[in-house]
């Protein structure tokens, strides 16, 4: 299913996920957020960029472990904790979040 | 995320067998597997034209090749002992979720075109052709087991449904129609060596930061060795270990145990993989090909022991299956078995008393134990009777002071799926897994409130993941699914002075 975002049409697959990395752009997050009801603000957007930022070096999203320790190195430690990431990522950091940053979705027992 | 909406199960004291809904889930049935991913694992990328001939001369060549599946065709006598122990059937009411029913579909087919009586009186056997439509039915209702074996406790002939199951995705597969989530998951092994597809330098650097967290944690140099030659333990562990919580508290538990110990190990990044979805899909060749990097990791690395970390289907396929695979495995240390489960490692060295422990680093904690199905009823452990159910126990009453058993009859051989096992943990099936949850929920709710269980533990990757979003559903709270080596690597008292 497609997603219409400023009159570009980008591909997806049957789970919403962009099917070129390439394309990725930030309001096409946005457009993907609101689908799921979420407005991003900038905690939102620290994730997502760090996110693309691993995926870029490592073609793999980051586990949760390394992301909760970056987020924590970056703003703090009580926000370093999937606790903190799951308030912002209702549906989990590892797939909406990487939905959004137009990250391909986690595979395997997670 | 846009799931539909569907009615929530509600949690009572005791599960009553629901009333029939015809057709209640028939509506379900996971995303179909891409032309590449069928390729890759060598079955045709679509629907191939002459599939009702290629489907039956499968299933007659499945037939003749595992005698298991002929003698459950022919030998059900239809008694009812399995209707209600399916937590399929019990969440969703749909009688093709009754064991018998799900087994009926393939029986209809079989009697039809391999029987005599159902070949000149299919009305009377009520054999069916293998149409469009039952090839539908298949679909959608061999991806709601989750192949768990619990029927099959039950059932007075010892009827596997899970067999019937596999064979069901191999013959689908065979004539083009594979499932998204299993089929380009194990391309992925064969490709990278991991379900996540997890490439090495993201390994080594997630490594390298859990031996940074460990170390400024507690002041132990615990390391997370990867591809080191000459180790003496190879650590096959699920993906998830490295990826997900509370997977990874369970991984530092086994590296805390292999320190304390004194046992060098390693991961490897060819087989950084425990799970083996080759046995969801029935497909022995995949299987097959899925164990091998194993073997080849075990002999590049020279390693003398084969250790498996947490993940029940995982320890199923080793247990079983891993030296006909894989073997033989001659190379290896006579000693040990092979190969071992990290419980039987960290049981074996509390019996030494090699390993101390401070149980009250865990008095926060009530814990309950969630039998994984395919250890449960598809392994053992420490090679006494029952050690797949007393090993994982004794660790924890070694670990904590608190502890209470669900429910008899959600225990042990017993015990209930989590609900999203045997290839079925996709979000494509939420509505089923959430449904198929409710029976292990309604036990844990209930030691929840009789003993105040805080926690509960599992050995198994899914279960871990299943109950992480099931618990959220179900009001608990995601944190309460732990690993079972976090227990151990929590109070395990660490020798500091060996720095």
Not at chain 1, 55 to 80: F, S
Request: with cysteine; charged share 25%; net charge negative.
């Amino acid at each position: 299913m497609p997603i219409e975002v400023n009159g570009k049409s980008f591909e997806t697959d049957e789970e919403g996920y962009l099917a070129d990395l390439s394309l990725w752009e930030k309001d096409l997050a946005t457009a993907m957020a609101k689908e799921d009801d979420i407005d991003l603000g900038d905690d939102h957007w620290e994730i997502i960029n760090f996110l693309r930022e691993y995926y870029e070096e490592y073609q793999i999203a980051p586990a949760v472990r390394v992301l909760t320790k970056a987020v924590g190195k970056k703003l703090g430690k009580d926000k370093g904790n999937s606790k903190y990431l799951y308030e912002l990522f209702p549906y989990g950091p590892g797939k909406q979040a990487c939905k959004f940053a137009g990250l391909p979705k986690p595979t395997g027992c997670v | 995320m846009a799931v539909k909406e569907f009615e929530k199960p509600i949690l009572k004291e005791y599960s009553p067998i629901p009333k029939l809904v015809e057709q209640a889930t028939s509506h379900l049935a996971p995303f179909k597997s891409k032309e590449d991913f069928q390729k890759s694992l060598g079955y045709p990328g679509e629907l191939v034209d002459n599939w009702q001939e290629v489907a039956l001369g499968k299933m007659g060549d499945l037939l003749k090749k595992y005698r298991s599946l002929r003698v459950y065709m022919d030998s059900c006598i239809q008694c009812g002992a399995c209707t209600d122990k399916c937590h399929y059937y019990l969440g969703t009411k749909d009688p093709n979720n009754m064991p018998v029913g799900r087994q009926n579909l393939m029986r209809g087919v079989y009697r039809k075109h391999f029987t005599l009586p159902g070949k000149f009186f299919p009305k009377l056997v009520g054999a069916v052709d293998l149409t469009k439509e039952v090839l539908d039915d298949w679909y959608s209702y061999y991806h709601q087991c989750s192949q768990c074996r619990r029927c099959a406790v039950f059932c007075p002939i010892g009827i596997d449904t899970a067999e019937i199951s596999m064979a069901a995705r191999e013959i689908m597969d065979s004539v083009g129609v594979g499932q998204k989530y299993c089929n380009e998951i194990i391309g992925k092994v064969h490709k990278i060596g991991n379900n996540l597809g997890l490439p090495k330098p993201a390994l080594a650097d997630t490594l390298e930061g859990l031996e940074e967290d460990v170390e400024e944690d507690i002041g132990v140099d615990v390391k997370f060795p990867l591809d080191v030659k000459g180790a003496d333990v190879l650590l096959i562990t699920p993906s998830a270990d490295f990826f997900a919580e509370p997977h990874v508290d369970g991984l530092i538990g086994y590296a805390k145990v292999f320190h304390q110990a004194g046992i060098s190990w390693t991961l490897s990044s060819h087989a950084s993989e425990a799970a083996n979805f080759g046995m969801f899909i029935g497909s022995y060749d995949n299987m097959r090909k899925l164990a091998l990097r194993i073997r080849e990791a075990a002999l590049d690395l020279g390693v003398k022991r084969i250790v498996f970390g947490e993940c029940g289907h995982a320890w199923r396929v080793a247990y079983s299956f891993l030296n006909t695979l894989a073997g033989p495995f001659d190379f290896l240390d006579p000693r040990y078995p092979v190969p071992q489960h990290i419980c039987e490692v960290t049981h074996d060295l509390i019996n030494k008393n090699v390993l101390q422990f401070d149980k009250s680093a865990n008095d926060g904690k009530i814990i309950t134990f969630h039998d994984s199905c395919n250890v449960a009823r598809a392994s053992n452990m420490g090679d006494i009777i029952g050690g797949q159910f007393s090993l994982p126990r004794d660790i924890i009453k070694a670990t904590t002071n608190n502890f209470y058993d669900m429910d008899d009859e959600t225990i042990m051989e017993k015990t209930f799926c989590c609900g999203g096992g045997g290839g079925l943990l996709t979000d494509d099936l939420i509505e089923l897994r959430m449904k198929g949850a409710q029976p292990r929920m309604e036990a844990l709710k209930r030691v929840v409130e009789d003993h105040g269980v805080t926690h509960m533990a599992a050995i198994c990757a899914i279960c871990k993941s299943q109950f992480s979003k099931a618990f959220q559903y179900y009001g608990f709270e995601l944190d309460q699914i732990i690993s079972l080596h976090q227990l151990v690597g929590d109070a395990l008292i660490m020798n500091k002075k060996e720095l």
